[in-house]
């Protein structure tokens, strides 16, 4: 019985069964009058019926008719395949940088139970790590994890055989690999009592890419002996292909054991209130995020007790790992952002189906008459309705098949563009998974849905004898249709408006970030970046070597001025700090303020041309010995001494027990942290009592970047032949990076595209949908003319009805930007976001391709000849 | 006379009792057992015979008919002969109620 109904799904079966019909039935006509048998092609139709009454029968049955219906208009099919395409593929591909830098969990055991920890100092508006000894006791006291890991991100300089070169470096815990279910590629993997041992011998693990770039894939690197920033340690194993380590804009090149931070440091272990590590947990089985933040938050509070001189103000927040990429930080702002771009691509989406929707219904007046007369031969309504619904999702399907063919190249583009040149490690893999192509697949089922709408409804309502009547020809158009094709031209047009808004106000915000005064002067400026650290120099030698390559560097030809900088302009790391006022303790329940600074030549300010308005630059007598100094910027001194001469003045940063620093001058307002339109309070201290390792090597000159390079480094690799250098370019090609007109670009590159992709849809849709009105009212046109109307008269009355349309489309899309606007402010620098100039010229711009698309068909429509269309049909 | 809605599987199930008979042949064995009363429409019967046949109840096989020509043959299976009966009773059933409610002619009571 069950196979007597599936056989007929099989078409080849079908098909059989079909001629088998045809033949009884031409066998009785010879038997039987024809007459007394009656409508046999009903007869027909009705036995189909039946042996179509599995659901899965008619589907196939269905799709096997939109192919063929397909087949038969390859113009049509390829015109509505290629404007789904367009619109999956963009939307596709935006989700599938989402997809790579968001929701794609960790290739590790359970992932979706990680939970990042992330404590905050009250005041401060970003979180820190955890320091080695606070995160054992959360390890040891969170009730609601399973397991609890650290880690600590670095850039070190590795040594095997030759001269060091920079890798990334996380120096994880001895649970990392057992919590994560690592296992090894190659060796071993770090083992508890290596990690967190004061003085096991330092091990080191190799990430896949690396050992597969620089080591050949050598397995002979197992037992190797390496050189970490100058200390001895022993290569035991390489960690599996697929996993990349926790740190989520990068693979990490090496894992070394936690305990190797304490070797130069050993306050590692002990130290409470030191940003050291950052913590993933566990989640127990049944336990919530609810639970495991509440279980954290008891152990930051009795930790505030215990250890109130570093944890009194430390509040802890946790998210699921996620969520917290690349830091917990982010956890707040991506879900706007992401929403705002997929909302954007989503429009572009709507104004391709629109188009669609217009070639479909133009096509369904034609198909009208097949479906009036397939229901007067008693074809039910629904299922003429499924058979148009087939069609479409059909339609929609190809075309996403073909979006997501078009989206893999669109995000091999973008990642192409996306990889940010602060960190060329970086790794963006856009490569589709599970998630892209469910995506891709709701997307194209609700394009399908939204194009067959109309074409459905006017289906499930057809009435026969105005089809009939009309011979699928509307005379001057019937209402209802007019009302039809009006509704679509308006959404399209109102739609890209909302989007040509959206991108013109982040291409707008671009320009002006760009056109911003930053209080420095970046031309003529080279940036070298080096870590003397990388080739083991301690403190004193490494002051040695930044002393003699300064000198060096001045003296080269050219060279106006050099100085060292801990953090360029927009560089991705920085210092920040709390800051406590000499004279003025914090009342109950006050937040110290939060201050970025920076470690700076005294030179510094010179060669960026930063002027000092009061007071005096750092100096050679600022040394080791003598008081400690700072100077401040004109925002600094109006938030902390408003009102008053901050020259003279001391504060402290971090905690209230570090040495006072004096206040020796006041420098103009720079945009060293982002480019923001207000001046965030900035100081600066001297290299020369503020010893770090990392520096970048600013040098003016006028003569050209890449012979001033050369110079450089020839001095550079005359002192330190084995120290790694990085991030050489000019200070304007520093500004485009990650942190600072990078995101600008990228956000408004794809906005921009977007909507140029929006303006050409819908300028071609308007064009379609006023030279179809025109083409069906060719007879009504011939006789107007016939009674004496001029080709202005008929100019006139075509273009204005698309005018007319267009002009609303405009209004409504300016009213729902105004609306919504807000959304994208978070985005904007420099200019709000109702912005009167980019309202206004993105309605000029569309507009006008509106207007020249209703143009064409409008003339055409003048110049027709009125004894042939007199006699149109 | 049109057909009450629902029977003509079982007229054509008990009309295939008699041996085996091609489409044609069924709307005319209806039609001359009932007298010429029943009007069998070819093009409900057809789509009947193919709902039966999906069901299993009757069975199709080409065969020649009595003038030589070929014509597609139906005979009632073993559970199309079951089913006739569970429709025969039915139907028993169903006439026996119809005729308790309507009684005799409405003119013979008033007499």
């Known amino acids: 019985m069950i196979w007597r109904r599936l056989k007929h799904l099989f078409l080849s079966r079908r098909r059989a069964e079909e001629r088998d019909m045809q033949e009884e039935l031409d066998a009785l006509v010879q038997i039987a009058d024809e007459r007394e048998l009656g409508n046999l092609t009903l007869a027909a139709e009705n036995a189909r019926e039946t042996w179509q009454w599995t659901s899965l029968d008619a589907v196939v049955a269905d799709v096997h008719y939109a192919f063929r219906g397909l087949r038969k208009n390859p113009g049509f099919a390829a015109v509505a395949i290629a404007t789904l395409a367009v619109g999956i593929g963009a939307n596709t591909a935006i989700f599938s940088v989402v997809n790579s830098l968001f929701l794609r969990p960790l290739p590790v055991q359970d992932a979706y139970r990680l939970v990042v920890l992330a404590p905050r100092e009250r005041g401060s508006s970003e979180f820190h790590d955890l320091s080695y000894p606070d995160y054992r006791d959360y390890r040891a006291h969170a009730r609601a994890f399973s397991d609890m890991l650290g880690f600590a991100v670095g850039m070190d300089g590795i040594a095997v055989d030759q001269g060091p070169h920079q890798v990334l470096t996380s120096y994880v815990t001895g649970n990392y690999f057992s919590m994560l279910g690592v296992r090894p590629a190659l060796g071993r993997l770090i083992e508890p009592a290596e990690a967190e041992t004061p003085g096991a011998a330092p091990v080191l693990v190799l990430g896949y890419t690396c050992w597969q770039r620089q080591f050949n894939s050598d397995p002979g690197v197992i037992g190797k002996s390496a050189r970490l920033n100058g200390h001895a340690v022993t290569i035991v194993g390489v960690a599996p292909e697929q996993f990349h380590g926790t740190f989520s804009l990068a693979e990490t090149d090496a894992y070394l054991p936690a305990g190797m931070l304490a070797i130069e440091d050993s306050s590692f272990w002990t130290a409470r209130g030191k940003g050291e590590l950052r913590a993933i947990a566990r989640l127990k089985p049944g336990m919530s995020l609810k639970q495991g933040r509440a279980s954290l938050q008891v152990i930051a509070r009795s930790l505030a007790e215990q250890y109130p001189e570093t944890n009194k103000y430390t509040s802890m927040e946790a998210y699921p790992e996620w969520r917290a990429r690349p830091q917990p930080d982010s956890a707040g702002s991506w879900p706007a952002m992401v929403g705002i771009f997929l909302t954007l691509a989503f429009i572009v989406l709507l104004v391709a189906c629109v188009n669609l929707a217009s070639i479909l219904r133009a096509r369904g007046n034609a198909r009208e008459s097949e479906m009036a007369v397939r229901s007067a031969l008693g074809a039910a309504r629904g299922r003429l309705v499924r058979q148009l619904l087939t069609e479409n999702v059909l339609l929609a399907i190809v075309g996403g098949a073909a979006g997501i063919l078009l989206s893999t190249w669109i995000s091999m583009v973008l990642s192409s563009i996306c990889t940010p040149i602060d960190l060329p490690m970086v790794q963006l893999d856009f490569r589709p998974d599970w998630r892209v192509f469910a995506y891709a697949f709701g997307v194209a089922l609700l394009a399908g849905l939204m194009v067959g709408l109309g074409p459905m409804r006017s289906a499930w309502r057809s009435n026969l004898s105005i089809v009939l009547h009309e011979g699928g020809r509307a005379l001057s158009g019937s209402r209802r249709r007019n009302r039809a094709r009006n509704v679509l031209v308006v959404t399209q047009v109102a739609a890209s408006m909302v989007l040509l808004i959206a991108a013109g106000l982040l291409v707008r915000s671009l320009e002006e970030a760009q056109r911003m005064n930053l209080g420095f002067d970046p031309h003529h400026v080279l940036n070298l970046r080096m870590d003397v650290h990388q080739i083991g120099y301690d403190e004193a030698r490494g002051r040695n070597f930044y002393g003699e390559l300064l000198a060096r560097a001045r003296a080269l030809p050219g060279v106006e001025s050099a100085a060292f900088v801990f953090s360029v302009p927009f560089f991705h790391d920085r210092f920040l700090s709390t800051v406590h006022i000499e004279g003025r303790p914090l009342s109950q329940g006050e937040a110290p303020s939060e201050v970025s600074y920076n470690v700076i030549d005294p030179a510094l300010l010179q060669t960026l041309r930063i002027p000092i308005l009061r007071g005096r630059g750092f100096n050679e007598a600022d040394n080791e010995t003598a008081p400690r100094v700072a100077i401040v910027s004109q925002a600094m001194a109006e938030r902390l001494w408003p009102g008053q001469d901050p020259v003279g003045k001391r504060f402290r940063i971090t905690k209230p027990a570090n040495p006072l620093l004096e206040v020796v001058g006041v420098a103009r307002n720079t945009k060293f942290v982002r480019p923001t339109p207000e001046a965030e309070p900035y100081f600066y201290v001297p290299l020369s009592q503020n010893y770090t390792a990392p520096m970048t090597l600013q040098v003016r000159s006028s003569r050209p970047a890449k012979a001033l390079e050369r110079e450089v480094l020839h001095e550079i690799r005359a002192l330190a032949p084995d120290l790694p250098l990085y991030d050489v370019r000019t200070m304007e090609e520093s500004l485009g990076g990650t942190m600072g007109f990078f995101l600008f670009r990228v956000g408004a590159d794809l906005a921009a595209g977007l909507g140029i992709l929006a303006l050409f849809l819908t300028t071609v849709g308007v064009y379609g949908v006023i030279s179809y009105a025109a083409s069906q009212r060719t007879h009504e046109i011939g006789l107007r003319m016939a009674l004496g109307a001029t080709g202005q008269d008929i100019l006139r009355m075509v273009l204005g009805q698309g005018l007319r349309l267009i002009g609303t489309g405009v209004l409504i899309g300016l009213g729902i930007a105004l609306a919504v606007s807000r959304a994208v402010s978070s985005l904007l620098v420099g200019v709000s976001a109702s912005d009167p100039m980019t309202y206004t010229s993105v309605a000029v711009l569309l507009g006008g391709f509106a207007l020249v698309a209703g143009y064409m068909p409008a003339r055409r429509a003048t110049r027709v000849d009125v004894m042939v269309a007199l006699r149109h049909e | ?111």
Not at chain 2, 11 to 40: C, D, M, Q, V, W
């Open chain 2, 1 to 111: 006379m049109e057909l009450l809605q629902g029977t003509l599987d079982m007229l054509t199930l008990r009309t295939l009792l008699f041996g085996p008979l091609h489409g044609y042949g069924i709307a005319k064995a209806i039609r001359s057992t009932s007298n010429e009363t029943l009007e069998i429409e070819f093009g409900s019967l057809y789509p009947a015979l193919k709902r039966l046949e999906a069901k299993g109840w009757i069975a199709s096989k080409w065969e020649t008919s009595e003038h030589n020509r070929r014509a597609k043959y139906y005979r009632l299976t073993r559970t199309g002969r079951k089913q006739l009966t569970r429709e025969h009773s039915k139907w028993a059933e169903f006439v026996d109620a119809i005729t308790r409610v309507m009684g005799t002619a409405p003119g013979e009571v008033e007499r």
